[in-house]
């Protein structure tokens, strides 16, 4: 049986700034890998190690398992809240990203949007 909770966290371990074509290629690999991780944890019934994840000291992981949350339709005010609180940390690779979540969030998917 797979360790999904596990699985973010390797797969979000590569991914990075993207600042050579040796990050970006290894960045790419593994958001395509994260891509067929959600798409086994879509049909999970039991999703709870997600809520834990999004407390996790990586960043890059929480931001991707926000969305992934989001998109799922579960832990919606929890995902939205790590998303606010990231897009003010001071990194700004990570600040950028989580504020780009919410905008998207807010124009595009209103449904996950509450104001």
């Known amino acids: 049986m797979i360790d999904y909770a596990f699985a973010y966290r390797t ?5 990075n ?7 970006v ?3 790419n ?5 994260l891509e067929k991780l959600y ?11 997600l809520l834990q994840l999004l407390q996790d000291p ?8 926000a969305m992934h949350c989001l998109r ?7 995902a939205r809240n790590a998303l606010v609180e990231l897009s003010k940390n001071s990194d700004p690779h990570i600040s950028f990203t989580a ?3 919410l905008y998207t969030l807010e124009r595009k998917h209103k449904k996950y949007y509450n104001n």
């Open 58 to 65: 990586n960043l890059r992981l929480r931001i991707t398992v």
């Open 99 to 101: 504020g780009a979540c």
């Open 72 to 78: 799922l339709g579960v832990y919606n005010d929890e």
């Open 17 to 23: 700034e993207c600042d050579s074509e040796e990050k």
């Open 29 to 33: 690999r593994a958001m395509k890998k």
């Open 39 to 49: 798409q086994k944890v879509e049909n999970m019934s039991d999703k709870s190690f």
């Open 25 to 27: 290629r290894t960045h």
């Open 11 to 15: 797969l979000c371990s590569q991914l």
